[in-house]
């Protein structure tokens, strides 16, 4: 600067000038008085910043003209108070990448004195409309001005570290457990990130805990969320066989107490209100934002069935991202490539609709029923509020009173983390060991892990709220998990209720479509009787004829429509009824892209199912599609692969006791027989006991003189595409 500056903010070369020419830099005036923190280190009376490009003052931005005279640049000053060196995710190298942020204090243009903490590169650009600065109440320069202000304001940052007057510490873009003693939440001192937040303590801890005590004594349903709350803080310290962030829906009739259990969680780490809990008119982005934020913890979202609405699919995308934990990779506003935020959380959410029915409609439904619990907020066992007239003065002294589990719960998990471990190490072979509680670590180890972090939950509750308080989250928490408890000898898990569902459904499909596949052997067709003269009742052909006529008739109309078949049955019994199916299924592209979309049943969950109960066969080696021979290729319309399925009523029973005897692992064929692929016959006598009946029951018509009954369709013959009454004659054994 051409002219030093003295503390009376006077230029020393000009204190004998003109009187006109005196400008000083500022002065406090009586209008806006602003006072300084305490503690903070720029507090040096009038000045809070003075270098060679100008200063910053109690009234603003100077800067120096040609003549050295100083002038104000903009009259609300912004002056810095600490750098924070923030942790944030882990990056492709496996290191938290490292931001920084900057905490300023500022004028408002309302009066007195703002503070935020900002990345850096929020420290310029001031005439954006939504500017955090301008949305804090202080004014930003005119864009004439704004370089000017953001030149001075980085000379500022650059010298004040030089001298040591710009204090540096550690801060966290994340939260959750940054390390084994530390725990961050949006709200938190060390927490830098813009999610909202309000973990705070007030009022007496004696009289929420047994406001608290009091509600969960009375409800059921609110000691399991209070235990599943409690429950997530133990993601990062103990290891979980699956990351997935778990979800406990409570659903039903309105006005019967499901956003005042949130109310009453929230009050676990802040205020019963929002923003502690999300609600359904919320964005996309603010629900990931949230969830990111809930790292390590608990998430509370209110008509969760709002937002999930917004989905295509009615809200299976959601719930499959939200269960997942985020960490999807998008596309910055420059063009480069950044990952989103990622989370291991338990939400707890309340809506009208029944998350279990979303999921059994969705393609991912089986794997959306292992991550999600869900209650009836009118459960006729864990129950809601049920004295109404002490609810309002007990979510009173909520009100006054709230956010003293949180620090507490933290607090001892940090002290007795190994101890915390062994317990969870405990519980896991305990539950384990359960013969009745097979089907839960059988196949669903996503659900057990959430009554695993419940029981410790559970546990917790008696250091962070009370004795009393613990032991109803254990009495929850053991009513949810008897609901999945088997006989030993039964043994039949949800999943495997559930793949045993899903082929049923295939067979009703393939019923209703008969008319779409072509048949070898025998089809369906309702019995037909006829009357004599004489009144008695006759039928014109055996119901074997019948069938095998309308196996020639389905399969004909299924070859004449130009775009070739769905699939291939071989029926190789006469059928009881429409759904009565011994014999073989192959399922072409066409078929598998339309169980997809009007059936909503997804490949993948079908194969599971079919290894599951043993009913799929592969002949293609490392896969479990089937490749098609020329005849099906041309039969089916095109395409290579498809999937080949043995077709029988699957056996939930008799499966159930297979599967805990030798679990069925990778694609099965059954021992010696042959692929469709060669030029052998896949049906060779001794692979079936029906074909073995066939055969009896041709040699018994035979000896009695009969014409002998014949099975046709078994000759896989190669076919043009472009089908005619001879060549479908040809394929299926003569004329009908």
């Known amino acids: 600067m051409a002219a030093s500056m003295t503390s ?13 020419k005196e400008r000083p830099w500022a002065s406090v005036s009586e209008e806006m008085e602003l006072l300084m923190a305490e503690g903070d280190p720029l507090d040096e009376g009038e000045i809070f910043y ?7 003052t109690r009234k603003g931005f100077w800067k120096l003209d040609r003549e050295g005279m100083p002038y104000c640049v903009h009259p609300l000053p912004l002056w810095p108070i600490e750098t924070i060196d923030a942790e944030g995710s882990l990056d492709a190298r496996g290191e938290h990448t490292i931001a920084t942020y900057v905490r300023v204090r500022f004028a408002r243009i309302q009066g007195g004195v703002g503070e935020l903490k900002l990345p850096l590169g929020e420290l310029g650009g001031f005439g954006r409309r939504d500017h955090p600065l301008t949305r804090a109440g202080w004014k930003s320069p005119s864009s004439r001005r704004a370089g000017a202000v953001e030149e001075l304001l980085t000379q500022a940052l650059t010298d004040l570290g030089e001298q040591g007057k710009l204090p540096v510490r550690k801060g966290y873009e994340t939260t959750g457990w940054v390390d084994h003693d530390q725990h ?15 973990t705070i303590t007030a009022g007496s801890r004696d009289v929420w805990a047994k406001a608290m005590t009091e509600l969960m004594d009375d409800s059921g349903i609110l000691s399991l969320c209070v235990a599943a709350a409690l429950g997530s803080l133990f993601r990062g310290v103990v290891q979980l066989p699956h990351d997935t962030s778990h979800i406990l829906s409570l659903t039903g009739a309105p006005s019967r107490g499901k956003t005042t259990m949130l109310k009453v969680v929230s009050s676990l780490a802040g205020v019963p209100a929002k923003p502690s809990y999300l609600d359904g008119a919320s964005t996309a982005r603010g629900l990931e934002n949230r969830l990111g934020a809930s790292n390590h913890g608990w998430m509370l979202l209110d008509e969760g069935d709002q937002l999930l609405m917004r989905d295509s699919d009615g809200g299976a995308i959601t719930l499959m991202f939200i269960t997942n934990g985020g960490g999807r990779e998008k596309s910055s506003q420059s063009g480069h490539a950044v990952q989103g935020a990622g989370w291991k959380t338990t939400l707890i959410m309340t809506g009208n609709k029944s998350l279990l029915d979303l999921a059994a409609s969705a393609k991912k439904g089986e794997a959306l029923t292992t991550r999600i619990f869900e209650l009836d907020i009118l459960d006729a066992d864990l129950t809601t509020f049920s004295e109404i007239s002490a609810l309002p003065g007990r979510l009173h002294a909520l009100t006054e009173n709230h956010g003293w589990a949180y620090p507490a719960a933290v607090d001892h998990i940090s002290k007795h983390r190994a101890e915390w471990v062994q317990l969870f190490l405990d519980n896991d072979k305990e539950l384990r060991s359960n013969p009745r509680l097979r089907p839960i670590f059988n196949g669903d180890e996503r659900l057990l892990a959430f009554f695993e972090l419940a029981l410790l939950g559970a546990d917790l509750a008696e250091h962070a709220i009370s004795k009393t308080a613990s032991e109803r989250c254990h009495d929850a928490v053991a009513i949810a998990l008897a609901r999945y408890e088997q006989e030993p000898e039964q043994g039949i898990s949800q999943s495997l209720q559930r793949q045993h569902k899903l082929l049923l459904d295939l067979h009703e499909w393939l019923s209703f479509n008969a008319g779409r596949f072509v048949w070898k052997g025998y089809a369906w067709k309702e019995p037909m009787r006829m009357r004599s003269t004489s009144g008695e009742e006759y039928e014109p052909m055996t119901e074997g004829d019948r069938q095998i006529e309308q196996a020639r008739h389905l399969s004909s109309s299924a070859l004449g429509g130009g775009r070739g078949a769905l699939g291939q049955v071989k029926q190789v019994r006469v059928m009881k009824d429409e759904l009565d199916f011994e014999g073989e299924l192959v399922l072409g592209a066409a078929a598998l892209d339309e169980l997809e979309r009007v059936a909503k049943i997804d490949r993948a969950e079908l194969t599971t199912a079919a290894k599951a109960f043993g009913l799929l066969q592969t002949n293609d080696q490392g896969r479990d599609g089937y490749k098609l021979s020329g005849a099906l290729k041309a039969q089916l319309g095109g395409g290579s692969r498809g999937m080949k399925l043995l077709l029988r009523k699957p056996d939930l029973a008799e499966q159930a006791r297979l599967l805990a005897a030798r679990p069925v692992t990778g694609a099965w064929k059954p021992a010696g027989w042959k692929d469709d692929s060669g030029m052998s016959d896949l049906w060779e006598p001794q692979d079936t006991a029906a ?4 055969a009896r029951e041709n040699a018994e018509q035979d000896a009695a003189g009969y014409e002998p009954l014949h099975v046709p369709g078994f000759e896989d013959v190669d076919v043009d595409p472009r089908y005619s009454t001879e060549s479908i004659e040809a394929l299926f054994g003569g004329k009908p």
């Open 8 to 20: 009376d903010n006077q230029p020393l070369d000009d204190q004998d000038a003109p009187a006109e």
């Open 691 to 694: 074909l073995e009946q066939v």
């Open 50 to 56: 003075s270098g060679s490009l100008g200063q910053i």
């Open 184 to 198: 961050i939440r949006p709200g938190s001192e060390l927490y830098v990130g813009h999610a909202l937040g309000s």
